[in-house]
């Protein structure tokens, strides 16, 4: 990758999706252990998720 341009633009997309994922793990904790009937919609959300970005990818 190259940072040559735009440095600050890439290291802070990085930087966004990174903290993006601390409350998504937050959520599938508080799930796993006080809401376990909302796991299976949990489960599906990540399955769609997951989905997305496989087809993003082609």
């Known amino acids: 990758?190259?940072?040559t341009e735009r440095r600050d633009t890439i290291i802070a997309l990085?930087?966004?999706?990174?903290?993006?994922q601390i409350p998504y793990a937050l959520a599938q904790l508080a799930?796993?252990?006080?809401?376990?009937?909302l796991v299976p919609l949990l489960l599906l959300l990540t399955i769609v998720e997951r989905g997305l970005m496989a087809m993003d990818g082609f």
């Open 31 to 37: 799930v796993s252990l006080r809401y376990r009937t």
């Open 14 to 20: 990085f930087a966004w999706t990174g903290s993006m």
């Open 1 to 3: 990758m190259d940072l």
